[in-house]
C-alpha cells in the first residue's frame, strides 16, 4: 500500500465550478498535511498546510482534514483556466523524521 | 527572501558518465530533500540532509548519493549514468525542525532537467 493516495485523474471542470481533490493517506500518526500544485515543465509550488482536523480556507482554495478517515482533500471555488494543473498531495509525520510522502498527483483541467 | 536554486537548469549526459547536481536551499533553512520525477513514477524520494547529516533515505540505489556543506547547499551526485536516470531532480528547502507536533514545510527548487543519452 503506497503512503499517500490520489486519485490520478484527469478531473475536468467547467469554469466557474469547485474542483474537488481528493487524498487518503496510510500513516496514522501523521500529523503535517500540504497540497501543491505543479504546471507542467515546472517544478511544484506550495498551496496549503493544514495541521487539524476541519476545513483551512485560503482565498478560492479550501482544505479539509480528516485525521479519523486518514482522508484530506482540497477544494477549489470558482475554478479558473489558471487552475490547470496537477495537484499533489504531501503527508509528513513525526514517525519518518522530516521526510515527505507525496501522491502521484492528481491533473486537473479546467474548461473555459 | 531569495528561493531556492538549483543548478544546472539541464544538463544532458551519456550513458556510464557521473553527474553533480547542486541545490542552494533558502537562507536559514537547514534542510534539503532531493527528489526524482519521472512521468511514470511520480516524485521519488532520494535523501534529505539536515545539518551535513543525512537523516533520511529513499529506496535508491548507491549510485546516487549526497552531501550538505556547513553553509547548508547540498549537492547529489549520479555516478554511472543510466538511460532510467533521465529525469527532473528537484531539491526542497525547509527549516528542519526535529521533533514538535508541526512540522515543516518545504518549498522546491526549479529542478535541474537530466537527459542522458
Known amino acids: 500500500q503506497k503512503e499517500v493516495e490520489q486519485n490520478s485523474g484527469p478531473l475536468s471542470v467547467p469554469e466557474g465550478a469547485i474542483a474537488s481533490l481528493n487524498c487518503t493517506y496510510s500513516d496514522r500518526g501523521s500529523q503535517s498535511f500540504f497540497w501543491y500544485r505543479q504546471y507542467s515543465g515546472k517544478s511544484p509550488e506550495l498551496i496549503m498546510s493544514i495541521y487539524s482536523n476541519g476545513d483551512k480556507e485560503d482565498g478560492r482554495f479550501t482544505a479539509q482534514l480528516n485525521k479519523a478517515s486518514q482522508y484530506v482533500s482540497l477544494l477549489i471555488r470558482d475554478s479558473q483556466p489558471s487552475d490547470s494543473a496537477t495537484y499533489l498531495c504531501?503527508?509528513?509525520?513525526?514517525?519518518?523524521?522530516?521526510?515527505?510522502?507525496f501522491g502521484t498527483g492528481t491533473s486537473l483541467t479546467v474548461i473555459p | 527572501k531569495a528561493g531556492v536554486t538549483q543548478t544546472p537548469r539541464y544538463l544532458i549526459k551519456t550513458r556510464g558518465q557521473q553527474v553533480t547536481l547542486s541545490c542552494s536551499p533558502i537562507?536559514?533553512?537547514?534542510?534539503v530533500s532531493w527528489y526524482q520525477q519521472t512521468p511514470g513514477q511520480g516524485l521519488q524520494f532520494l535523501f534529505e540532509?539536515?545539518?551535513?547529516?543525512?537523516?533520511n533515505k529513499g529506496n535508491f540505489p548507491g549510485r546516487f548519493s549526497g552531501r550538505q556543506f556547513s553553509n547548508s547547499r547540498s549537492e547529489m551526485n549520479v555516478s554511472t549514468l543510466e538511460l532510467g536516470d533521465s529525469a527532473l531532480y528537484l531539491c526542497?528547502?525547509?527549516?528542519?525542525?526535529?521533533?514538535?507536533?508541526?512540522?515543516?514545510?518545504?518549498?522546491f527548487g526549479p529542478g535541474t532537467r537530466l537527459t542522458v543519452l
Open positions: 540532509y539536515f545539518s551535513e547529516t543525512q537523516r
Open positions: 504531501a503527508v509528513n509525520s513525526p514517525n519518518t523524521g522530516n521526510q515527505f510522502y
Open positions: 526542497a528547502s525547509s527549516p528542519g525542525l526535529a521533533g514538535g507536533l508541526m512540522t515543516d514545510t518545504q518549498y
Open positions: 537562507s536559514g533553512h537547514r534542510s
